[in-house]
């Protein structure tokens, strides 16, 4: 089950997270949803791994030799004997190659910095359309009904506007 609290100020949604991690919460089970871009380890120290510059990389990869096959294999498969120079060409490989490799590269970068922004977004998260007004969220996940009950109290005790559950209020 996951509560979202939401604060006025970002000095009542600190303390809410301090308020949680003392009622026994994981700080990889609160998360801050904010229309502000606060610096990292403001509200929630999430040392959550990124793997965006490796989708970048391994696009690269894959481009790089999709790229040397497509233009190496066409001339091995279909070969045209010029003069007296190889049938793969230094630089015509190294051209496509190159161009493929970027192709791959700046697909494997969309498609990192969508699934780390989240979306589309498949699981079913508390959200309040509030918070887009610049009021701050501070979402946490909770297992079982105590320590639900705690993450209510919490929020309750650093002055939460209101707490939402998993459905969306209209």
Request: glycine fraction near 10%.
């Amino acid at each position: 089950m996951e509560l979202l609290g939401i604060f006025q100020t970002i000095d009542e949604a600190a303390l809410a997270v301090d308020k949680l991690l003392a009622a026994g919460c994981a700080e990889g089970q609160i998360t801050s949803v904010t229309s502000v871009p606060y610096p990292e380890g403001v509200l929630v120290d999430s040392q959550r791994r990124s793997w965006f510059h490796w989708m970048t990389v391994g696009g690269g990869l894959v481009g790089a030799c999709a790229g040397f096959l497509l233009a190496a294999g066409t001339a091995w498969l279909y070969p045209l004997q010029t003069g007296d120079k190889p049938i793969i060409a230094l630089f015509t490989t190294g051209i496509i190659t190159y161009e493929v490799m970027m192709l791959c590269a700046m697909i494997g970068t969309m498609l990192g910095m969508f699934l780390e922004m989240g979306l589309p977004d498949l699981n079913h998260r508390a959200y309040d359309p509030e918070i887009a007004n610049g009021l701050i969220g501070i979402s946490v996940n909770v297992s079982d009904d105590e320590l639900c009950q705690r993450a209510k109290e919490a929020f309750n005790t650093a002055g939460a506007l209101r707490i939402c559950n998993d459905e969306v209020p209209k």
